[in-house]
């Protein structure tokens, strides 16, 4: 029988990963939040094999990220008339920026572990949804670029690109928010 | 400056984000979730997905629905043994010359509404139509630039 204060626990121990998971890929906390009560609702459902399941985190984070891809397919859908008039599958000018900035060791030398935090995903909301999903996927979910490719429906080769140059727009915006402002002028 | 490899660019970011703390869920998210089950759980067991049935209600169900089935599946095939007496021709045309006499109904109907109507008015609605459906469309579109879209 489950109880609320099973449940509970249980959905203390993970709703940082679940709600982390989430705002990455969308890129908004409300909308996250939403996602995240959507999947403890499932997880509620499926609370018997759960509690007990060593993949009870892999499984949480699985349906976290199809219910978030599923939410921005929905989204771009939705309102694509009223925002979006050019297409964001051709990277735009702003995407053909060269990548150009000495490569530091690291990016965050001077900074603490919150400065460092805010910082990083405060650079990760700044990017356009069409870099961040993938990097978020490739980088924090370990999706290899083919999975990717699929989950999103767009060619490898789009992946590919976008990854690189959501990297390179992320080096450039945590250059230019002074994160590295030591290591970039030594 | 200098133009990093992609691979140090690549192995570079990789580290950076994986050092990144899960950020902390908002603090109404449990009390979200808790009243979001509790409310389901306070709906009568019919309001509740199949799954939370009783054992009961499921096999009655079950039993119901099989016996409509079977039912929908003996008149059907009772009325075929029916039609099947006719000639099949004769049972087509017929159903075709049912559907086109009320079809022709309608028709004369909605001639005579729109017949009676003066023809300004018609046009004057039209437009009307229109020009409410582009304010609604420009405003939607406005308010969505203005109020949401941040990027």
Do not use: C
């Not at chain 2, 409509?68 to 075709?96: K, M």
Request: aromatic share 10%; no cysteine.
């Amino acid at each position: 029988m489950i109880t609320p204060i099973d449940f509970a626990t249980f959905m203390r121990n993970y709703q940082d990963m679940v709600f982390s998971t989430a705002v990455r890929l969308v890129g908004n906390e409300a909308q996250a939040e939403d996602i995240s009560q959507e999947v403890f609702l499932k997880a509620y459902e499926h609370f018997d094999n759960l509690q007990s399941s060593p993949t009870a985190g892999g499984w949480l984070k699985t349906v976290t990220t199809n219910l978030s891809l599923n939410h921005l397919t929905r989204y771009r859908n939705r309102w694509r008339f009223f925002s979006e008039f050019k297409r964001q599958d051709n990277s735009g000018a702003e995407d053909d920026a060269e990548i150009e900035f000495a490569a530091p060791d690291n990016f965050f030398g001077g900074l603490d572990s919150d400065e460092r935090k805010a910082w990083l995903d405060s650079a990760l909301e700044q990017l356009p949804e069409h870099q961040r999903v993938p990097l978020v996927l490739f980088h924090f979910e370990d999706m290899p670029y083919e999975e990717i490719a699929k989950k999103l429906r767009v060619s490898l080769s789009k992946v590919k690109t976008d990854i690189l140059r959501a990297r390179a727009a992320l080096a450039q915006v945590l250059m230019r928010s002074g994160a590295t402002h030591e290591k970039f002028n030594a | 400056m200098s133009q990093p490899n992609p691979e140090e660019l690549e192995k570079l970011i990789h580290h950076t984000l994986r050092s990144l703390p899960n950020r902390r869920a908002p603090r109404s998210l449990e009390q979200r979730v808790m009243a979001a089950i509790v409310a389901q759980q306070s709906l009568p067991w019919w309001r509740q997905s199949f799954a939370h049935w009783p054992q009961a209600a499921k096999a009655a169900f079950l039993l119901l629905s099989g016996a409509f089935a079977a039912l929908l599946v003996t008149i059907v095939f009772r009325a075929g043994a029916d039609v099947g007496t006719a000639s099949p021709l004769t049972s087509a045309l017929s159903t075709l010359a049912h559907a086109k006499m009320v079809l022709g109904n309608i028709s004369d109907i909605g001639a005579a509404v729109l017949r009676s109507i003066p023809p300004l008015w018609l046009y004057g609605g039209a437009a009307f139509v229109v020009v409410m459906y582009t304010t609604l469309i420009g405003l939607g579109a406005t308010a969505y630039r203005t109020l949401f879209n941040h990027r």
